[in-house]
């Protein structure tokens, strides 16, 4: 979220002018569309505030900004001129005063919003040899480790493209780790493609098996298998196996949750748990497994919702406050604190952009009536 600045107060005075090009107006209108912005517009453009609380103000020398004026303009300029200069002159002071004038309060609300910040692009890359490679930090296009295991990359994802591979390194295996606020694609060496969610793991080999692809995989992550009914490929998670030929599905297996999500996108998957229980999932149905008791549930699943993020959206579908808040702590690198745990209950249903401001989400749902939201720093305390 933008707080006010110098940018914001040429704008508002272009706007006053009737100047603004294009681009400004553009940049202006993504500005207005938090309301907090908004009503500070409304407060700054209204004559009253322009004039009597920007010049009133004891600090700001009317004295001196006339005479500046004056001496600019010179003695035989004439009264219709003079007015337009000193228009021009003064109204980026007042207004720039204005803003800078607020109420603590609002600044201080303003700049908790500014400290949080959507995911982005970030991930460790841990090679089997002991080499680590930052990825938002690494610009190259080409990887390669110290025994000459090479990857490709570029702005969408990592290519473990088996020809580049050495073969020494069969069953070697690798790791790929986002943090909380970080998200990344990989291609692994079969062609399948993997989107990692915020807080997750992907363990893989730099070449598959001749009999079997076996990866290992917490947190959130969607997978695009390359079909291929001879090669069966193979995810384990906390207990839980996915066996696939050739799908689309996503897996949510977090550590501090209470069970782990299968959804089938596409194909069929066959879900087992350590007890040897199984479950054949079609297309639209996702399978549950408790942590504790590997109990296992099947259900109709609404698929737009589950695989928003790998989207670029959040969509929650009638979920618990509790949960939502939760999704929005691992993106926006976040604490939450209920105050008041009766709400962790309470239900709604959101559909947001995965990259915007949390204040927007917040203010969606705070206009609910139900819930109110307070931030300090990086803590949301939910009410």
Sequence with gaps: MQTPNKNTSKLIVNYLRGELDEAQQKELNEWLKISRNQELFDRIVSKENILNKSFEQDTFNQEKAWSTIDGKIGKTTNYRKWLSYAAVLLLPL??????????????????????????????????????????KEDTSSLIRSKDNLLVKKDSIQLRFNSDLLHASKLNKMNRIVTPIGGEYQVELP????????????????????????????????????????????????????????????????????????????????????????????????????????????????????????????????????????????????????????????KRFSVDVPRYGEIESILTLIEGTGEISFTINKNVITVK
């Design 190 to 345: 079969d062609g399948t493609k993997v989107w990692l969610n915020a807080d997750s793991y992907l363990e893989f080999p730099s070449k598959f098996a001749d009999n079997e692809r076996r990866v290992i995989a917490k947190g959130e992550l969607y997978f695009d298998v390359a079909k291929n009914k001879d090669w069966p490929f193979v995810v384990e998670s906390n207990g839980m196996k996915l066996k696939v030929l050739g799908t689309e599905f996503n897996l949510r297996a977090y550590s501090d949750e209470s069970e782990m999500v299968s959804t089938l996108v596409e194909g069929s998957v066959l879900v087992s748990n350590s007890f040897g229980n199984q479950v054949i999932l079609r297309p639209g149905r996702q399978v549950s497994v408790n942590i504790s008791s590997k109990a296992m549930q099947e259900k109709q699943a609404n698929i737009k919702a589950v695989t928003a993020w790998k989207n670029g959206r959040f969509i929650f579908d009638n979920r618990r406050i509790e949960d939502i808040m939760y999704d929005l702590a691992r993106w926006y690198d976040v604490k939450v604190f209920f105050a008041n745990s009766k709400v962790k209950d």
């Design 94 to 135: 007042a207004i720039g005063f204005f803003i800078l004038n607020q109420t603590p309060e609002y600044e201080t609300e303003l700049a908790r919003f500014q400290e949080i910040k959507p995911g982005e692009k970030n991930a460790m890359l841990y090679f089997s040899n002991g080499d680590v490679i930052n990825l």
